[in-house]
Each structure stands twice: as structure tokens, then as C-alpha cells.
């Protein structure tokens, strides 16, 4: 039997979470998490009471507002290379797109900036994904290196770093920077020089398809 379709209530119950998160994810990209659970509802304008309904904590929410910033974009990559074989162009692929997430989506890109570097061990998000790229490559021979686990450092420790560069230099060309990374990356995880350079080469999607939207 198919599910029945959600009522009114639910509906609502939906929006005033979607609102409640949203509104926790604006004030981490602006770097406060030290707002009170009154100024939250008052961004999402919703009442005081209807927070208790869906969190039980400040903290709860920020969690949740984080997780779902982390989900939708490891999502959206998850669609992308799903029909993609070759673990070292899927890594390749999700760190370019990443990389143009900064000046494309600030504020989402702030989120995960502002939340430091507790994403890197979250279960949600792009986190999980690099890992489970790195490992591949390296199971299939890609990646010629003996520690995934420091793989996945330097990976991740440059994407965070490049991201902070691109807000702090808004001149820098934000494609040919992350292609440069991303290039750079795949010849310290073995790949060879010309192919590396290839890979980083290819073109990738419309944008519109990662980050549909405008907002967090």
C-alpha cells in the first residue's frame, strides 16, 4: 500500500522545522552559535513553544542545522557521480564542485567553515564520502598511498584551507584555485602528472544541478 499522503499538520510541522533550521544556519554563517533559542524563533518566526516541538536543546538545533547543510551537499554529489567508476575522477569530481560551493552558495559555504573542523569527523556530509573515495581508489590501485586515514587529512585539511582563502581573497580565480588543488592532490595520492592534469580538465555540470537555490 502506498503512503498516505502528508496531512496539513505535517505539513505545517515540516515548514516550521525547515524555518527553525534555516534560521540556525544563518546565524552559523555569520559566526554566532552564542544566540539565544528567542532570537532563533523570532529569525524564523515562529512561536517559542513550537521549538520545544522539534528540539529539545539550542544545541539540538544547531546540530540538526549543521547535518542537514552536510546531507543536502553530500547528497547532491552522491547524484552526480553515481554514474562515475573510476574512485580517483569521483574524488576529483566532488573536490572541484566543493570548491566552487564558496563564492557560489557563501552562505552555506560559511556554515561548514564556521563549524570547523568537527565536520571532518561527522557522519554526514562530504566527510564520509572522501573517505570512502580514497579507499576505493586505493582497493582498485588509483591511489599508490599507505595511510587513507592521512589521505584523508590532507584532503580535507585542503578543503577547508582553500575555502577560507577564497573569502579572504575575493580576487583569486576560484576555479583555476580549486582545479589547481584538486590537481595537485591526485599526483600526491600517485596519480600520474598528465593524467592528473586531465582529469582536473574535464568539464562539469551546470552548476544549478549541486545548489538549486540561493539559500542554505
Known amino acids: 500500500m502506498a503512503d498516505a499522503a502528508p496531512s496539513r499538520l505535517d505539513r505545517r510541522k515540516a515548514r516550521t522545522r525547515a524555518a527553525l533550521i534555516h534560521a540556525a544556519q544563518t546565524f552559523i554563517a555569520d559566526g554566532n552559535t552564542t544566540m539565544a533559542i528567542l532570537d532563533l524563533t523570532q529569525a524564523a518566526d515562529v512561536g517559542m513553544g513550537s521549538f520545544y516541538n522539534h528540539f529539545s536543546s539550542k544545541d539540538e538545533l544547531l546540530r540538526a542545522a549543521v547535518d542537514d547543510a552536510l546531507d543536502r551537499h553530500g547528497a547532491a554529489l552522491d547524484e552526480l557521480t553515481r554514474d562515475m567508476n573510476d574512485p580517483a575522477e569521483v574524488f576529483a569530481y566532488s573536490f572541484r564542485l566543493t570548491g566552487r560551493l564558496h563564492r557560489r552558495n557563501p ?21 564520509p564520502r ?52 584538486t590537481e595537485d592532490l591526485l599526483r600526491t595520492f600517485g596519480i600520474p602528472t598528465d593524467e592528473a592534469h586531465e582529469i582536473c580538465q574535464r568539464p562539469l555540470p551546470d552548476l544549478d544541478r549541486l545548489l538549486p537555490d540561493a539559500t542554505v
Open 107 to 127: 552562505q552555506l559555504s560559511k556554515v561548514l567553515l564556521n563549524t570547523g573542523l568537527t565536520i571532518t569527523t561527522s557522519q554526514h556530509g562530504i566527510a
Open 130 to 181: 572522501v573517505r570512502r573515495d580514497i579507499h576505493a581508489a586505493i582497493q582498485t590501485g588509483r591511489f599508490t598511498i599507505n595511510d587513507p586515514e592521512l589521505a584523508f587529512v590532507i584532503a580535507t585539511g585542503s578543503a577547508l584551507c582553500l575555502g577560507q582563502l577564497l573569502h579572504t581573497q575575493p580576487d583569486r580565480d576560484d576555479t583555476h584555485a580549486t582545479d589547481q588543488i
